[in-house]
């Protein structure tokens, strides 16, 4: 928008004309890019927020997870202990449907699979970025690096030899 001001002579323009709208011009544009750039760390540190608050979902479920196959493994091996003490009595061959029962309890799997919505995002959307802690960012990759390695146990375990 122009300013009009009203002048002796309308066809002459002094120097101070052309600085004053040069410095109008120069202040509108950079308080145009500093309230775009505040704005930008504004949703930026927003979206942080909400990868973190996401990410600590992941990790409970994941935790609960871990508990549950935790307490399977315990379970496990209590079943183990009982087929054992049949197959090491006086008559194995008595008590063969409950030897059969407890042996198919065993050789079940049980797999940890871990809620990787969140870090799938960061990885790919480039969010570890948002991620202004660097120590955060730092454990978020070495958990990462963990669940990449009981997934390369897990598969290793049960391909055949």
Known sequence: MEVHHHSLHPK???????????????????????????????????????????????????????????ELRNSKTLIMDSLIKLLNGPDPNKDGRSAYYYGSRVTRSAFFQSNDRTIKQLKNAGGLRLIRNQKASNTIMEYDRAIDYINYLQNSRDQPV
Request: net charge negative.
């Open 12 to 70: 002459e323009k002094h120097f101070k004309h052309y600085l004053f709208e040069f410095l109008m011009l120069f202040l509108s544009v950079s308080a145009g890019f500093l309230v775009e750039n505040l704005r930008e760390h504004y949703v930026e540190h927003k979206r942080e927020k909400i990868f973190i608050r996401s990410y600590v979902e992941d990790l409970k479920l994941d935790t609960a997870s871990i508990t549950d196959n935790t």
